[in-house]
């Protein structure tokens, strides 16, 4: 039998196959978060799961009424696993813990060997994944206007690539922290086998520990594992950080304001599944914590959504050129359709605008 949903639109070829009729009774009991673990579970499949995505992205009437079902009825449980998810800093390190520890030899397999898990900024149309990242990383740097004068802090490490890009063409100094052990490990290795570490101190700790003064601050796509609730801390921390005039620089992944205050009561995929106590947050309210809890003026504004598209449509291709080493780590079925799932579910939210990502340069 053929159902169909929603409003007609031009034939995009994506054919949905529901394999065990427990898809049905977890759509009704948990909307999308319903349809995505029957997803992983491996009771429906498609022919296109970013095409499938860009789909319901133009019926928005029928992922509403999705929602809608007998969600109320799981609504405790899940206020409960967001209570527990909240990014205190005990809370912090077991968050970042659950994804970014999950095993630097994994995202070596699908990132470009900067190591770069964030947008990429493609200057030309036939850029590469690894242009993108060095354009992004220097993008920043040429924003700010680094030199060797400058101590600069970056808040959220990664696996060092803006660090070693800062370091080896502007000369700056650098302090940099992560909570993420894996993280720290990689990079104190990469810093020390390019002769990098007379330059940069590289640090355990979370960002609410930090002290001393700073001519700048960047923090690229970590400020979406900060939370609503403490969005005003880290503006304020990062005010306290800075000496007069100085920048911060923020590389953010973003929500629409008018959908914020429903999306940040709720969760989502990416909450539950990838990145749990993580929260995107609107211009308005990165706005809000900035000019009225820690009087930092935004000097320029840049959305580049699109290169997101791009990023995650390169990540999720090098994914699957990969797979057999991707099992080869013993990762199974579920975690695979798991991350296809994650990457093709963000890649349609970039491309349908429903998120962006953005750099937001403010002065103290």
């Avoid at 009771?43 to 009437?61: C, I, R």
């Avoid at 994994?106 to 470009?112: I, S």
């Avoid at 740097?141 to 004068?149: A, N």
């Avoid at 070693?164 to 100094?173: D, F, L």
Wanted: proline share 2%.
């Amino acid at each position: 039998t053929t159902q169909r949903f929603g409003v007609p639109i031009a034939d995009t070829g994506v054919s949905l196959t529901v394999n065990d009729a427990s898809f049905y009774r977890r759509m009704l009991l948990h909307g999308d978060l319903g349809a995505a673990e029957s997803y992983l579970r491996g009771e429906w499949e498609t022919n296109d799961l970013l095409q499938l995505f860009l789909l319901l992205a133009q019926n928005t009437e029928l992922l509403n009424s999705m929602n809608r079902g007998l969600g109320w009825l799981t609504v405790p449980a899940s206020r409960l696993r967001s209570w527990l998810s909240r990014n205190t800093i005990a809370g912090s390190r077991r968050n970042i813990h659950a994804h970014y520890d999950l095993s630097n030899d994994f995202f070596r397999l699908f990132l470009d060997d900067t190591m770069t898990y964030s947008s990429g900024y493609y200057p030309n149309e036939d850029s590469t994944l690894r242009e993108a990242s060095i354009e992004k990383y220097d993008r920043i740097c040429r924003r700010l206007g680094l030199t060797s004068k400058h101590h600069l802090l970056e808040i959220g490490t990664g696996w060092g690539g803006f660090v070693k890009h800062a370091v080896e063409n502007y000369n700056c100094r650098i302090t940099t922290t992560t909570i993420s052990r894996e993280q720290h490990r990689y990079a104190a290795d990469m810093l020390h086998r390019h002769g990098l570490t007379g330059r940069v101190e590289l640090l355990l700790q979370d960002y609410r520990q930090l002290t001393g003064q700073y001519d700048a601050i960047v923090s690229i796509e970590m400020i979406e594992a900060v939370g609503h609730e403490f969005l005003p801390t880290f503006f304020q921390k990062c005010h306290s950080l800075l000496k007069p005039g100085g920048d911060l620089l923020l590389q953010a992944i973003t929500i629409p304001d008018q959908r914020y205050e429903a999306y940040r009561k709720s969760t989502d995929f990416i909450q539950r599944y990838i990145f749990p106590g993580g929260c995107l947050p609107s211009i308005g309210a990165l706005q809000h914590a900035a000019s009225t809890t820690a009087d930092l003026q935004l000097e320029h504004f840049e959305d580049f959504g699109s290169h997101y598209a791009r990023t995650l449509a390169a990540w999720r291709e090098r994914f699957w050129a990969r797979i057999d080493d991707v099992r080869a780590l013993g990762l199974d079925e579920r975690f695979i359709r798991m991350w296809d799932y994650y990457l093709a579910y963000c890649e349609a939210g970039f491309r349908t605008r429903m998120t962006g990502v953005a750099h937001l340069h403010y002065r103290k």
